[in-house]
């Protein structure tokens, strides 16, 4: 069974800064993809960044980028120039691709809070 | 751009009743899937849903719960006798053959308390 772990349940940062999250999982497969999602209070589920395993090239998407060691198992989410809006909980996710199964395993998340 | 719609968005039940948690996906969607979040914990796979059969379901998706689509439109999550311990988010989801994740829309879920 596959799991993910974020090691951080909260962190604040100020506006403007740049902000790490971190995010490990366990597996033996070879081929997956790695997500960020974040939630905020309204607790909609808000796809971030996704990663595939295949990549070496890191995934961007403008102000979030990540870090991604395969071997180290290891899948970081790097915010730059935060914002207000990115105050939110942040989960980490892992997918297996399979055609009619493609079931998320999350992390137990990390409460991002950016101060004014 | 295309959403899926959760309704409600908050139900209140008496423990022991029969609740229904209505999701409709996005048209051309074609694997549904629902996600339940304890609050203040993390976001727990229920049941995976193709070809109006169950796919996959987890340990948590015991005898208490059933979905279906029963018009081609609607998916359904249905909880029988609902437990004190059933209060979460409900979260549904669609995806479609083909794109992994990227096109995993997530609705805006169902806040489900049991009094």
């Known amino acids: 069974a596959q799991t993910v772990t974020q090691s951080q349940p909260e962190m604040s940062v100020q506006e403007a800064e740049t902000v790490t999250l971190s995010c490990t999982y366990d597996?033996?497969?070879?081929?997956?993809?790695l997500f960020w999602y974040k939630q905020p209070p309204s607790r909609q589920m808000i796809l971030v960044i996704r990663?595939?395993?295949?990549?070496?090239q890191n995934a961007t998407e403008n102000r979030f980028s990540v870090n991604f060691q395969k071997a180290a198992k290891s899948f970081s989410l790097k915010i730059s120039d935060s914002q207000l809006g990115d105050t939110a909980m942040y989960f980490c996710?892992?997918?297996?691709?399979?055609?009619?199964?493609?079931?998320?395993?999350f992390g137990t998340g990390t409460r991002l809070t950016i101060i004014p | 751009e295309p959403e899926v719609t959760q309704t409600p968005s908050h139900q209140v039940t008496q423990m022991g009743q029969e609740v229904i948690l209505r999701c409709v996906p996005i048209s051309n969607h074609l694997y549904f899937y629902w996600y339940r979040q304890i609050l203040g914990q993390k976001v727990e796979f229920l049941v995976s849903?193709?070809?109006?059969?169950?796919s996959e379901k987890s340990e948590i998706f015991d005898d208490q719960f059933s979905v279906e689509r029963p018009d081609g439109s609607n998916f359904t999550l249905k909880i029988r006798s609902t437990k004190l311990e059933d209060s979460a988010m409900y979260f549904c989801?669609?995806?479609?053959?083909?794109?992994w994740g990227y096109g995993y829309t997530f609705g805006s879920g169902t806040r489900l308390t049991v009094v």
């Open positions: 989801a669609s995806t479609y053959t083909g794109e």
């Open positions: 597996t033996s497969e070879n081929n997956y993809y």
């Open positions: 849903f193709y070809n109006n059969e169950i």
């Open positions: 996710a892992f997918m297996i691709p399979n055609f009619g199964n493609e079931k998320l395993t």
């Open positions: 990663q595939e395993a295949y990549k070496q």
